[in-house]
């Protein structure tokens, strides 16, 4: 018959003294206070090991941190777990683990993970934007963060300077990351639910602002103006490039000279370098081409035909376009990526099929049949689509102005005044 082991008491234990040796004071169910020579107590749980069947030891910690009842509550926690053929021990020693990791992976972790997959599927210019948006914003603050302790509240209180300033587009955009980041967290399993859904909610949202453009006959304004304006070569040929080709600012300015096809009078624009991750072709036209033949001694030897000013191994920023035409004057009148809006409310008040303006433009059509039969018919037609455009860009020049236009101020005093490289052919 077993022995009954009379439970302990607080008093029992608050009076137990340390002696030469250490002894023990059973509890009963496995549970005993050890008293070792130095004074100190501490809680066992003595058990026979599933499937081993092993009598082994468990620390439950110290008395008085670990009070009586603690250490009794622990006992049935464990006694629960062996009545599964489950190792208490080993339970929580596996436990501790998870523990540790899950404090080890940070929110600035998984927030570099999710990148490393993002950035597949977006344009080097989106993904260093991206990028640059969460380290400026969300790394700083609160990246060293559990990724299991992030809140909405924390991430709210983060974003409010930058909703402060005003800039409410860039808080929408912040906001949409970081729940694409917890959705990401979640398929992976490091969290168990995305904490982060509807904290837009939490802040106002941005007005609704298009790109600004001309209307289509403010388009020899815009010509007069790049002619006279004090900008680079460089940077007026980038403008007037992206204008011909009615392309967005990031495929225009890191247009690469090993992307021209000469002999099919082609520009082929990689799947990686466009938004919707999708080959374009861009007709060359005859004004295009001569652009090109004036590229050649500026740009000729770099692998872009816009190198940066600052690194020529580097194309040009996306945004320079944007920055001269605001010193030239258009600032809220129009963007780089409004001239695409201008070419596309011309073409088609000049009657032009849609669809060949939308295929000219790299609106992905959603139609697989119809996206195979726009590489085909679609390039033919756009061909006479570019022409019709180009053309009716010289047109618009040369019904007010005598010469041609050139690459500016900078340009004649470069050719010492006469007037070589211009624009349209």
């Not at 777990?81 to 972790?109: G, S, V």
């Not at 102005?401 to 007037?419: K, Q």
């Amino acid at each position: 018959m077993a022995r009954t082991v009379k439970p302990l008491s607080n008093t029992q234990i608050h009076q137990a003294k340390p002696q030469d040796k250490e002894y023990n004071l059973p509890d009963g169910d496995g549970l005993a206070l050890r008293i070792k020579p130095s004074g100190s107590k501490l809680w066992l749980f003595n058990y026979l090991r599933p499937y081993t069947k092993r009598r082994t030891n468990m620390g439950f910690g110290a008395y008085p941190e670990v009070s009586l009842a603690d250490a009794r509550r622990r006992r049935a926690d464990a006694r629960v777990l062996l009545a599964q053929d489950i190792d208490p021990k080993e339970h929580r020693d596996a436990q501790i683990k998870l523990q540790l990791e899950a404090n080890e992976l940070t929110f600035e972790r998984v927030i570099n993970q999710w990148f490393e997959i993002k950035k597949a599927s977006i344009t080097p210019g989106h993904a260093e934007d991206v990028i640059r948006s969460l380290n400026k914003h969300v790394i700083p603050q609160i990246g060293k963060v559990p990724v299991h302790k992030i809140t909405a509240p924390m991430v709210i209180e983060t974003l409010r300077l930058l909703a402060g300033s005003g800039k409410l587009e860039a808080v929408k955009r912040v906001c949409q990351r970081l729940n694409e980041i917890m959705v990401y967290g979640v398929n992976t399993g490091v969290v168990p639910n995305n904490p982060l859904t509807g904290i837009r909610h939490a802040f106002q949202s941005p007005k609704a602002v298009n790109n600004p453009t001309l209307k289509p006959k403010e388009l020899p304004q815009l010509l007069k103006t790049l002619q006279r304006a004090n900008i680079r070569p460089i940077t007026c040929y980038l403008i007037q490039w992206q204008l011909h080709t009615m392309t967005r600012p990031g495929e225009a300015s890191g247009a690469r000279w090993d992307e021209i096809d000469q002999e099919q009078a082609v520009w082929v624009i990689p799947a990686e370098r466009m938004k919707k991750r999708r080959e374009h072709a861009v007709p060359l036209t005859p004004q295009v081409n001569e652009i090109l033949k004036a590229l050649e001694p500026l740009s000729g030897k770099s692998p872009f035909l816009f190198p940066s000013d600052i690194d020529p191994r580097k194309h040009a920023n996306a945004s320079t376009a944007n920055v001269a035409l605001k010193r030239m004057g258009f600032h809220g009148r129009l963007t780089a990526h409004g001239m695409r809006s201008l070419a596309s409310t011309t073409l088609n008040e000049e009657g032009f099929d849609p669809d060949v303006i939308e295929a000219a433009l790299a609106h992905v059509d959603k139609n697989s049949v119809r996206a195979a039969y726009n590489r085909t018919d679609y390039l033919k037609r756009r061909r006479t689509l570019m022409e019709w455009w180009s053309t009716h860009i010289d047109c618009s020049w040369s019904v007010r102005h005598p010469t041609p236009l050139t690459t500016g101020s900078l340009g004649e005093r470069r050719n010492g005044g006469h007037v070589s490289q211009h624009f349209g052919g």
